[in-house]
């Protein structure tokens, strides 16, 4: 007798066949006998194949990091801080790296990769959000795309890191922050400085005219443009 249609069974079936089959069409085919679905309950979870279970692995990854942040004591921790915390957590919530390594390659064909790219993008979003960003004008999509760029290049970094504890990713993560703190830091200062300060203000005067999605939290991509109209 099949059992009830359940997306998580799926996915951790797949997951024993990953390493040697990859994602591929032979493992949802695998995963669905051994989570004795029906090939009607296994296209209904999921429709687009191996795409939809990289998808749930991803943000059952995204979901772990929530619930740890939602525990972490993020209020003694400096910003920057916390933004490591939130990438470590996400790191750990990853399954082996062998696992991680066929998933990256999956998601690096380009048929894929703008829906990988969206999965980095809803990552960085989530952290974020969870954060407390408020940010609603063009801010919100430039603190998305850099923590995007610094996540994917971490992940890049982690897939070949064999110190123990994964400690060199660590420092890398750190080292990327660092960066980008810098980066902020000139920013500052050329808003400061009288001759810098006229292209800085006209740059925060189109920025606010981008606004995050609907106005809502986690809604993801596009945005919206307010015109003067």
Request: glycine share 6%.
């Amino acid at each position: 007798m099949a059992r009830t249609p359940d997306l998580d069974a799926l996915l951790d079936a797949a997951l024993r066949h990953v390493a040697f089959d990859g994602w591929s069409a032979a493992t949802v085919a695998a995963a669905a006998a051994d989570a004795e679905l029906s090939e009607a309950d296994t296209k209904a979870l999921a429709p687009r194949g191996a795409f939809d279970l990289v998808a749930a692995l991803h943000r059952r990854g995204d979901n772990a990091m929530k619930e740890r942040l939602a525990k972490a004591d993020l209020e003694s921790l400096r910003f920057r801080d916390r933004v490591a915390m939130a990438l470590k957590f996400r790191l750990d919530a990853m399954p082996d790296q062998q696992v991680a390594r066929r998933t990256a390659a999956f998601l690096s064909v380009p048929i894929h990769a703008p829906e990988g790219a969206k999965l980095v993008w809803d990552t960085a979003d989530m952290i974020w959000n969870e954060l407390g960003d408020t940010s609603r004008d063009g801010n919100w999509f430039t603190k998305r795309a850099t923590l995007s760029a610094v996540f994917g290049s971490t992940l890049l970094y982690w897939l070949g890191d064999e110190s123990p504890d994964h400690a060199a990713t660590n420092a890398f993560i750190d080292r990327r922050i660092d960066e980008v703190m810098q980066i902020e830091s000139l920013k500052g200062k050329l808003r400061q400085n009288p001759f810098t300060k006229p292209f800085m203000d006209a740059q925060a005067a189109l920025f606010e005219r981008f606004l995050a999605p609907n106005g809502q939290k986690g809604s993801g991509l596009p945005g919206r443009w307010e015109s003067d109209a």
